[in-house]
């Protein structure tokens, strides 16, 4: 168990870059800010800043440590968001970095790579990767599940890439197994998904990546923040069957 402690469309145009060639933002030229474009002006702007402070958070940062530095090889990682997981990648044991993420304002914020490998950023979704079958040896996929529209295709999508040895690491908030907390992310769900990037409380991690053909060799579950509506968290690993 965890600790207790204090506590996402096939993109449009797939554009692949190299850390410190990433293409600037471009703002909407809206000259009325109608409710639909402040909305817009939120989840581009706004969000991306609230998101990256969120999953920094130190018992965020605390499960990441636990898990990306097992990534060895040539490494996907689904939701690269900010780059928050770079500083745990051990650069003796990876070869180089896949990493994919729709939100092109998040990805800004990755520093200039000093990682020792190899970064390929690609802006889009884990619902159709643009990597060949069989090329990851390893899947790195942090707080990044409960907000992918199609969670099943995105697992599809990662058992595809993955080599038949390889190894899917997985680090997740979701569902939690007491009745009382469950019912209040299931009300709370779709109230909280427009603001949150698309993000759902409730989803069964563990369940929902063995019934895409996973194997789970080793997993931990438990609350990590005291706010339980979001603090129940999935950490561990899994392998294609």
Same mark, same amino acid.
């Given at each position: 168990? !965890?600790?207790?402690?204090?506590?996402?469309?096939?993109?449009?145009?797939?554009?692949?870059?190299?850390?410190?060639?990433?293409?600037?933002?471009?703002? @909407?030229?809206?000259?009325?800010?109608?409710?639909?474009?402040?909305?817009?002006?939120?989840? %581009? !702007?706004?969000?991306?800043?609230?998101?990256?402070?969120?999953?920094?958070?130190? +018992?965020?940062?605390?499960?990441?440590?636990?898990?990306?530095?097992?990534? #060895?090889? #040539?490494?996907?990682?689904? &939701?690269?968001?900010?780059?928050?997981?770079?500083? !745990? $990648?051990?650069?003796?044991?990876?070869?180089?970095?896949?990493?994919?993420?729709?939100?092109? =304002?998040?990805?800004?914020?990755?520093?200039?790579?000093?990682? &020792?490998?190899?970064?390929?950023?690609?802006?889009?979704?884990?619902?159709?990767?643009?990597? +060949?079958?069989? *090329?990851?040896? =390893?899947?790195?996929? *942090?707080?990044?599940?409960?907000?992918?529209?199609?969670?099943?295709?995105?697992?599809?999508?990662? @058992? %595809?890439?993955?080599?038949?040895?390889?190894?899917?690491?997985?680090?997740?908030?979701? %569902?939690?197994?007491?009745?009382?907390? /469950? @019912?209040?992310? +299931?009300?709370? =769900?779709?109230?909280?998904?427009?603001?949150?990037?698309?993000?759902?409380?409730?989803?069964?991690?563990?369940?929902?990546?063995?019934?895409?053909?996973?194997?789970?060799? +080793?997993?931990?579950?438990?609350?990590? /923040?005291?706010?339980?509506?979001?603090?129940?968290? $999935? @950490?561990? =690993?899994?392998?294609?069957?």
């Amino acid at each position: 168990m !965890f600790r207790q402690s204090p506590m996402n469309l096939f993109f449009f145009e797939a554009r692949v870059w190299y850390i410190g060639a990433i293409e600037p933002v471009r703002p @909407r030229q809206n000259k009325r800010l109608q409710p639909e474009n402040t909305m817009g002006l939120y989840h %581009r !702007f706004i969000l991306p800043a609230l998101m990256h402070r969120v999953c920094a958070h130190n +018992d965020i940062t605390g499960q990441r440590k636990k898990i990306v530095p097992l990534a #060895r090889g #040539r490494v996907l990682e689904i &939701g690269i968001g900010s780059g928050l997981n770079l500083p !745990f $990648y051990h650069p003796r044991l990876v070869e180089c970095l896949w990493g994919i993420d729709p939100c092109r =304002t998040l990805m800004a914020r990755i520093p200039p790579a000093r990682a &020792g490998f190899p970064i390929h950023l690609v802006e889009g979704s884990g619902e159709q990767i643009p990597l +060949d079958t069989h *090329t990851a040896d =390893t899947i790195v996929v *942090t707080y990044t599940l409960c907000s992918i529209p199609d969670i099943r295709q995105a697992l599809a999508e990662m @058992r %595809r890439v993955l080599k038949p040895s390889g190894t899917l690491l997985f680090c997740e908030h979701g %569902r939690a197994p007491d009745m009382g907390i /469950s @019912r209040w992310q +299931d009300r709370l =769900t779709p109230l909280w998904k427009p603001v949150s990037g698309g993000c759902h409380l409730n989803r069964p991690m563990a369940a929902l990546i063995r019934n895409s053909g996973f194997t789970i060799q +080793d997993i931990e579950a438990g609350y990590v /923040s005291p706010v339980r509506i979001s603090g129940f968290h $999935y @950490r561990g =690993t899994a392998v294609t069957r």
